[in-house]
């Protein structure tokens, strides 16, 4: 009895060392691998994570002209184009924490003739307000930049690695000024209060720098 019970300790001694060796194995093939995923091709897997997204983009919409008993246009469309920032490319991984504030928004305000206080602050907030898939979304910048800031953005396109996009977005042309603007209605850019109205109206899919109709007979339907 006493040499089975040695052997048998013996056996199970031979068993729980073959495991310790399996299982220490297989832990350091997974360190393994998790070092060469996640330190020497981190950077690599990360950069292709963040093209690997699908990316929501708002079009403006094209509002019909209006025109007279006689066929004459009385108000119609123009070319214009505004400027985006899309927060979650505003800072690359390198770079360190505040990089898009300190580096990338000062540029940006420089090329397009931002130098309003309160106008700047408005748009790093919005960026700073950002979280999660939220970051993934653009929001307005500038409205209808002047030809002048556009060729001086786009000279400088490669200073914002993807964060910014230029949006082809028509604007009202009122051919007569404000000759019968009662009846046409305009077009405002929406305010921090409007849109606080909206939110808790529960109207989603508006931002800042979108324009909605103000008076007159297309007050009623608004529309960016």
């Known amino acids: 009895m006493i040499v089975g019970k040695q052997a048998g300790g013996r056996d199970f001694t031979l068993r729980f060392v073959l495991l310790t060796v399996l299982t220490s194995t297989a832990l350091l093939v997974l360190i393994g691998r998790l070092y060469h995923l996640q330190i020497q091709r981190g950077d690599e897997y990360k950069e292709k994570g963040i093209e690997n997204f699908v990316k929501e983009t708002r079009q403006p919409a094209d509002r019909g002209m209006i025109l007279d008993n006689r066929g004459r246009i009385l108000v119609d ?7 985006t920032l899309t927060p979650a490319f505003c800072q690359p991984p390198a770079p360190p924490k505040g990089y898009c504030v300190n580096e990338i928004l000062p540029k940006l305000f420089n090329y397009l003739g931002i130098d309003d206080a309160e106008e700047m602050q408005r748009i790093i907030e ?8 939220e970051r993934f979304r653009d929001f307005t910048v500038k409205v209808d930049v002047d030809l002048d800031s556009l060729d001086r953005l786009e000279a ?3 200073d914002f690695a ?3 996009d230029v ?3 028509p604007h009202r042309n009122y051919r007569q000024g404000t000759l019968a603007a009662h009846v046409f209605g305009y077009m405002n850019e929406i305010s921090a209060e409007e849109l606080a109205d909206f939110e808790r109206e ?6 800042l720098g979108d324009y909605i109709a103000g008076a007159g007979w297309s007050a009623s339907s ?3």
């Open 156 to 158: 400088n396109r490669l």
């Open 222 to 224: 608004r529309a960016t």
């Open 202 to 207: 529960g109207t989603r899919g508006y931002q």
């Open 126 to 133: 919005q960026y700073r307000r950002a979280k999660g898939l």
């Open 77 to 83: 469309n123009r070319p214009s184009y505004n400027v």
């Open 167 to 169: 949006i082809a977005a």
């Open 162 to 164: 993807g964060a910014i």
